[in-house]
């Protein structure tokens, strides 16, 4: 599952060869970060200070919004150094996979980049807001509609490994555990993915109220396909016996300074350990990847006409 790309085998990859790996459901590792990391100064000031001010589960930059979250903090001044250097490693990341991912970059939607301060391991977080719980990725930013959530990852740390685990791709645990976690194809024969009326009625009313200055109202919007992998997700998380099963485990240490990068609504995830990373979030249009079928959404369509 793992995709090892040194430096030398970066320079000599062809322009599909990382999309194509990524829709394989690998994880594109870096054991040198290929995205230049922010100064020794500002790294530090996010390590010792931020931890103390957090408000929400991350601190996050909200390019829709020029704006940051999750910080209990009125100091103007932090605000603009946080958001400065979030800002920047989004725009680092994302200029980074445009050069060598360019298909998957194609009218994509930059989402989030944020900064992960605190410890994983022991955090108090409820079930489904847990990222010590194996799960799939669903609603990146309220409706995907069958687009593709992008993760990119950096390791900040100086002397921690950030330690995920995996329990296998989209395909296998919709197989395996599909039945169980109640997804299936609507009895009258249509497409129970796609969008119904109220449900085009919803998203025209939530694309107003952020035409009219509420740019992160978008999170309110769903669909068919949103709720159902919503429902997957769910399930991982609160069933027991889907989280202690040995079927599909794998480990993975990520030294400090690298970085890795996957599709995360195909390759299941859970963070066991680690301290100190940033996460970049981007919606990948389905149109764009060259295995379309590989998609979570084509995979619950082929299931149904199966089924």
Not at 55 to 78: C, F, M, T, W
Request: charged share 25%; hydrophobic share 35%; proline share 6%.
């Amino acid at each position: 599952m793992l995709d090892t790309i040194d430096e030398q085998r970066l320079a000599r990859l062809g322009s599909d060869d990382i999309s194509d790996s990524l829709e394989r459901g690998s994880i594109v590792y870096f054991p040198q970060s290929p995205v230049a990391l922010p100064a020794a100064d500002d790294l530090s000031f996010l390590r010792q200070e931020l931890p103390q001010l957090l408000k929400l589960k991350n601190i996050s930059y909200h390019p829709e919004a020029d704006s940051v979250r999750g910080l209990d903090s009125e100091d103007g001044e932090l605000m603009n150094r946080v958001t400065r250097i979030l800002k920047s490693v989004s725009d680092d990341i994302a200029a980074f996979l445009s050069k060598a991912a360019p298909r998957l970059t194609d009218n994509w939607t930059v989402g989030t980049c944020s900064f992960r301060p605190i410890q994983e391991q022991g955090r108090d977080l409820n079930a489904h807001a847990s990222n010590e719980l194996v799960h799939i990725d669903a609603g990146a930013y309220g409706a995907t509609n069958g687009d593709r959530i992008l993760r990119f990852f950096i390791n900040v740390n100086p002397d921690e490994d950030r330690v995920w685990v995996t329990k296998g791709n989209f395909p296998d645990l919709l197989q395996a555990y599909g039945e169980r976690a109640g997804l299936g194809y609507d009895s009258a024969g249509r497409d129970y993915l796609s969008k119904g009326p109220l449900d085009h009625a919803w998203t025209g009313f939530v694309k107003t109220l952020s035409q009219l200055g509420l740019p992160t109202a978008r999170v309110l919007d769903s669909s068919p396909y949103d709720r159902e992998m919503r429902k997957f997700h769910n399930y991982m998380k609160d069933t027991p016996e889907f989280q202690q099963a040995e079927q599909g485990h794998e480990e993975f240490r990520f030294p400090p300074f690298s970085a890795w990068m996957v599709f995360t609504d195909t390759v299941s995830h859970a963070c066991l350990s680690g301290q100190f990373a940033f996460v970049h979030t981007s919606l990948v249009r389905l149109e764009n990847c060259r295995l379309p079928e590989l998609a979570p959404i084509n995979v619950l369509r082929q299931a149904a006409i199966a089924g």
